[in-house]
């Protein structure tokens, strides 16, 4: 019975993996990876590593997250050092939760490897801080998975009327309707957003504008990509460094 090492693989950019999650990849006897962990971090692994791929993207689901969960305990099973790969970070948005969940009703030994979560990294890479003194004092990780017109949302769209940074993840094919719900609960339609698409990464876009304009500006924009609705959003104007850099 092995040991499955739950890993966040960084949002793009290999050098943000951590050491920890560098260990554990070259000791690794399997990978189990989604679509947005770099795939160059596998070139890590040791000769003969096996590499399962149950991709995942913007929370539709090539494999069942049922099916994934079980792919994991069966090869814990099998194997002494079992690494499931995921973008970002493991617990944030990544389901990470309800694999350990499962690992643990079925006994299986785990570890967590926190990674560096894509909805401060792509912000940090774009220019824009999610807290600054002044501007906002705390910043909101949320899923734009859910329609904001469904009737049963579990989102407090009405908490969103504050200054705080908002930044929504999996949202790019919902943000008319969440650019819109925000209008209709009160915030400024001139409030600034930014669309940030493979943050991180040598093909990151960032698309600056409004919650009027947002919409029209990012038709084309690539997934992944996240929204960062809020004043800090202004600060790339002074802040933008990477684009420089690449
Ligand atoms: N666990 C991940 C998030 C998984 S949900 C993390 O901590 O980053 C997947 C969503 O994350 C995508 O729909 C997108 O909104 C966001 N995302 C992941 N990588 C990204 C990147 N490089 N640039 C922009 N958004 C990214």
Same mark, same amino acid.
């Given at each position: 019975?092995?040991?499955?090492?739950?890993?966040?693989?960084?949002?793009?950019?290999?050098?943000?993996?951590?050491?920890?999650?560098?260990?554990?990849?070259?000791?690794?006897?399997?990978?189990?990876?989604?679509?947005?962990?770099?795939?160059?971090?596998?070139?890590?692994?040791?000769?003969?590593?096996?590499?399962?791929?149950?991709?995942?993207?913007?929370?539709?689901?090539?494999?069942?997250?049922?099916?994934?969960?079980?792919?994991?305990?069966?090869?814990?099973?099998?194997?002494?050092?079992?690494?499931?790969?995921?973008?970002?970070?493991?617990?944030?948005?990544?389901?990470?939760?309800?694999?350990?969940?499962?690992?643990?009703?079925?006994?299986?030994?785990?570890?967590?490897?926190?990674?560096?979560?894509?909805?401060?990294?792509?912000?940090?890479?774009?220019?824009?801080?999610?807290?600054?003194?002044? @501007?906002?004092?705390?910043?909101?990780? &949320?899923? =734009?998975?859910?329609?904001?017109?469904? +009737?049963?949302? $579990?989102?407090?769209? /009405?908490?969103?009327?504050?200054?705080?940074?908002?930044?929504?993840?999996?949202?790019?094919?919902?943000?008319?309707?969440?650019?819109?719900?925000?209008?209709?609960?009160?915030?400024?339609?001139?409030?600034?957003?930014?669309?940030?698409?493979?943050?991180?990464?040598?093909?990151?876009?960032?698309?600056?504008?409004?919650?009027?304009?947002?919409?029209?500006?990012?038709?084309? @924009?690539?997934?992944?990509?996240?929204? &960062?609705? =809020?004043?800090?959003?202004?600060?790339? +104007?002074?802040? $933008?460094?990477?684009? /420089?850099?690449?």
């Amino acid at each position: 019975m092995g040991k499955v090492y739950l890993t966040g693989a960084g949002p793009g950019d290999i050098e943000l993996l951590t050491l920890k999650a560098l260990r554990v990849i070259k000791e690794a006897d399997i990978i189990i990876y989604d679509r947005l962990a770099n795939p160059d971090i596998l070139k890590e692994a040791k000769s003969g590593c096996e590499f399962v791929y149950v991709g995942k993207e913007d929370g539709r689901h090539i494999m069942p997250q049922d099916d994934i969960n079980e792919v994991i305990y069966q090869n814990a099973i099998k194997y002494e050092n079992v690494v499931r790969l995921k973008g970002g970070d493991p617990f944030v948005f990544g389901r990470g939760g309800e694999e350990a969940l499962y690992l643990h009703e079925r006994g299986i030994k785990f570890e967590v490897i926190p990674g560096i979560t894509s909805s401060i990294s792509a912000p940090a890479y774009a220019g824009i801080p999610v807290t600054h003194r002044g @501007v906002a004092v705390s910043f909101r990780v &949320v899923t =734009g998975h859910e329609s904001p017109h469904k +009737k049963e949302s $579990q989102i407090p769209w /009405e908490t969103f009327k504050t200054d705080d940074t908002i930044i929504f993840l999996m949202g790019l094919h919902n943000l008319p309707k969440i650019s819109k719900k925000l209008i209709e609960i009160g915030k400024p339609e001139d409030c600034p957003c930014a669309v940030i698409s493979k943050g991180t990464t040598k093909d990151q876009i960032v698309v600056i504008g409004t919650l009027k304009d947002i919409v029209e500006k990012t038709k084309d @924009v690539p997934t992944p990509a996240l929204i &960062v609705v =809020g004043r800090v959003v202004e600060l790339r +104007k002074q802040l $933008q460094w990477f684009e /420089e850099n690449v």
